[in-house]
């Protein structure tokens, strides 16, 4: 089974070197940032998080 990691939005925000909550909604809304898992508080999927930023983050091709 895989390991399933949750990272809670602060973390998120590191990893992206962001540090402002509304540019991560931007990213989900424009630019395919994964969405959270959880909601409150929010959590997302460190694999999730990892492979969109190794994908490209901001520069990848939009769908």
Known sequence: MAN???IDEK??????KVSSRATIWKYTEHHNFPKPIRTHPKQYLRSAV?????NGGI???SF
């Open 4 to 6: 399933i990691e949750m």
């Open 11 to 16: 973390e998120a925000m590191r990893m992206l």
């Open 50 to 54: 990892e492979e969109w930023i190794l």
């Open 59 to 61: 520069n990848q091709k």
